[in-house]
């Protein structure tokens, strides 16, 4: 039972490029979700959802975008990255809303120059 | 924002009780409190859970008061693998989506 993948784990791109980060949960979780990290902070959230073919926007969504195609599969798509978009992103799963028992992925660690 | 308020920091000495406090005053009766940590950049580890009663697991215990407004969490003989940053959220199970962080406390065990 892997829990939480995410994919790549370490990651530099250059300022425009576009990457997504790849999540998936082999739990059969309905909650998913992405949150960033930069040092010092706590976690902030970019993007959840509450279902495949459903989705909306946490704290921080500008600059992302996400698709909810099936259960399993959340992943966060950098459109034109920006070094303010230099973070650790954690991918997240959970039974159910509101259920914040949540697993998380190891993150991953991006680095925009 | 977060719903809880939590002090930024805390040293414990190793083998001690830490009891690390969180605030959440206008939690609602159907809002549960959970905690996690996250040791230095892994990813955050779901530790326990709680509703109004005390809960106790492998792991550690949640003392929750009777007016529900504040917390405690209690890692009853600290270890140095314990340093971490841990964080208090309340939720309500299948109703909230947006489950928000706040900065947590940062705990240090000092040998």
């Known amino acids: 039972n892997a829990g939480v993948t995410q994919t790549p784990k370490f990651q530099v791109l250059k300022t425009g490029q576009s990457m997504t980060l790849q999540c998936a949960q082999d739990?059969?979780?309905?909650?998913m979700s992405w949150y960033r990290q930069d040092p010092g902070m706590g976690l902030r959230l970019i993007h959840y959802?509450?279902?495949?073919?459903?989705?909306d926007q946490g704290e921080v969504p500008n600059g992302y975008n996400v698709s909810r195609s099936t259960t399993e599969d959340f992943p966060l798509r950098l459109l034109s990255a920006a070094p303010s978009q230099t973070s650790v992103y954690f991918c997240?799963?959970?039974?159910?809303?509101?259920?914040?028992?949540?697993?998380f992925g190891q993150g991953t660690r991006l680095t925009v120059v | 924002d977060a719903k809880t308020t939590q002090p930024p920091s805390m040293d414990c000495a190793e083998g001690r009780a830490a009891n690390l406090p969180c605030n959440h005053s206008?939690?609602?009766?159907?809002?549960?409190v959970y905690w996690y940590r996250q040791i230095h950049s892994q990813g955050p580890q779901y530790i326990i859970h709680?509703?109004?009663n005390n809960e106790t697991n492998e792991m550690a215990s949640l003392i929750i008061t009777e007016d529900r407004k504040s917390s405690t969490l209690i890692l009853p003989h600290a270890t140095l693998r314990d340093t971490a940053v841990y964080y208090c959220?309340?939720?309500?199970?299948?109703?909230?989506?947006?489950?928000?962080f706040g900065k947590g406390t940062r705990l240090h065990i000092l040998p």
């Open positions: 959802s509450v279902g495949a073919g459903i989705t």
């Open positions: 739990m059969n979780h309905e909650y």
């Open positions: 206008t939690i609602s009766g159907n809002e549960y």
């Open positions: 959220i309340v939720s309500a199970w299948r109703r909230d989506d947006k489950i928000i």
């Open positions: 709680g509703l109004k």
């Open positions: 997240a799963s959970s039974a159910d809303r509101g259920n914040t028992e949540a697993f």
